[in-house]
């Protein structure tokens, strides 16, 4: 009996430093779920890229490298600036009306003050002389030091994380389905259904939608340069960012941007007897250029989307009135994780009934009857699966187009 009882000590012993472990992490990971949340983000919106940049340049931390300093990296700054000037533009606006927009104008003080300094770094090459341009530099490096050390560091944690996914995110599926997967494939299929999900949803509907703004404020600030006297595009950069956020509303949502633009172009060339030249090259770039060309040659890459529109949507507007800007990535990650615990768990767990999709591991042959209660959703999804992976060969698409090979592990996300 004592045996046992000091077994049972030191298994509760065990638990106990098993839950003080499980604490400090989960506190780790809610103080920094913003960097967390945005280097998942990243890991989804380059992974594409990566793994067919791993074929050609070999080792992947290579191609992991390649993929987050080349092209992520320079993208995250692109997109930090425009949002900037954005807010700026946005802030003129407030003050240009006499707006008042209480708490939310105290939560983005912050980041105003911030775009202020980078509103336009051309001034600094129209000061009298180098000594005064270097004063300038050095007196906003001052102010901002800590917030940009901050930013700095922020960065460099996502970078690392989504590097270390890129890299090692089979072996860590793989770890996660030895310790944790079931035999009759429920696992399997919620982890796969939402990896798909994910990577619609951060390098589908997001990137395309940083993709359509920046396209929009650079073809905005191009147009603005050329414009004649009196007619001109207001607060090119705020609209460039609206045209993106637009861009999550298919077929209509760059159109409720440009075309109403168009109209207040049009209006004021009629006012100002400046011709309809500059309206009628507006049109041009606005529909060619900002919608049609990003539709034609981005979309077709980033989309599939298996989510009901309205809840991304929704997961898209409430996620950041929740949880902060991060919540623009979050919103979608809880919106997928409960829209497939749903589909595939739930119904069981409601019926009472053991969750058994597939037993014994085995596959089955085509789908069962629509009429049948005994074939669930998670059934279906565990099928696809497990047929996929048949002989270890087998080509599995990640969400985005791309397949690779199943015996590799390669097709596995980070999160599982």
């Known amino acids: 009996m004592a045996r046992f009882d000091d077994l049972d000590r030191g298994r509760a012993t065990w638990w106990v430093a098993a839950a003080v472990l499980a604490a400090v992490l989960a506190f780790v990971v809610y103080t920094f779920v913003g960097t967390f949340v945005l280097g998942f983000f990243l890991y989804y ?89 270097l004063s300038t530099i050095a007196e906003n490096a001052a102010g901002y030091l800590g917030l ?17 996914l890129l890299r090692d995110d089979h072996r860590l599926a793989d770890w996660f389905r030895r310790r944790f997967a079931d035999d009759d494939g429920v696992l399997a299929a919620y982890t796969d259904a939402v990896d798909r999900d994910f990577s ?26 050329v414009s004649p006297a009196g007619v001109g595009i207001p607060y090119p950069t705020l609209l460039g960012m609206l045209t993106g956020a637009a861009s999550l509303i298919p077929v209509v949502g760059i159109k409720l941007v440009w075309i109403p633009l168009a109209g207040w172009l049009a209006f004021s060339s009629f006012q100002g007897d400046a011709g309809f030249l500059f309206v009628v090259v507006f049109v041009a770039v606005a529909a060619v250029v900002v919608d049609f060309i990003p539709d034609l040659v981005v979309r077709p890459y ?72 005994t074939y669930s959703a998670a059934a279906a999804e565990a099928d696809t699966v497990n047929d996929q992976r048949t002989d270890g060969d087998a080509s599995v698409d990640d969400g985005t187009g791309d397949t690779t090979d199943g015996a590799t592990g390669d097709d596995s996300a980070g999160t599982r």
């Open 148 to 164: 940009l050390t901050t930013a700095f560091i922020h960065l460099f944690a996502v970078i690392t994380i989504a590097f270390y």
């Open 200 to 225: 619609n949803i951060f390098f589908g509907n997001i990137v395309f939608a940083f993709i359509t703004g920046v396209v929009a404020a650079v073809s905005y600030n191009a147009l603005n340069a």
């Open 45 to 133: 919106a380059t992974r594409p890229v990566y793994r067919r940049l791993k074929g050609r340049l070999g080792p992947s931390s290579v191609a992991a490298i390649v993929s987050l300093v080349i092209l992520a990296l320079p993208a995250i700054l692109l997109v930090a600036y425009t949002t900037a000037v954005g807010l700026q533009e946005l802030n003129a606006v407030l003050d240009a009306q006499g707006a008042d927009l209480g708490q939310l104008e105290a939560l983005l003080a912050p980041y105003l003050d911030v775009s202020q300094a980078v509103e336009d770094p051309q001034s600094l090459l129209d000061q009298p002389s180098v000594q005064s341009a």
């Open 302 to 373: 980033v989309s599939g989307r298996d989510l009901h529109l309205g809840l991304v949507i929704l997961a898209y507007v409430f996620g950041p009135l929740l949880w902060g800007w991060y919540g623009l990535f979050l919103g979608p990650m809880v919106l997928v994780l409960v829209v497939h615990f749903a589909r595939l768990v739930l119904p069981e767990l409601v019926a009472g009934v053991e969750i058994d999709p597939v037993p014994n591991g085995e596959t089955h042959g085509p789908a069962a009857p629509s009429d049948d209660p």
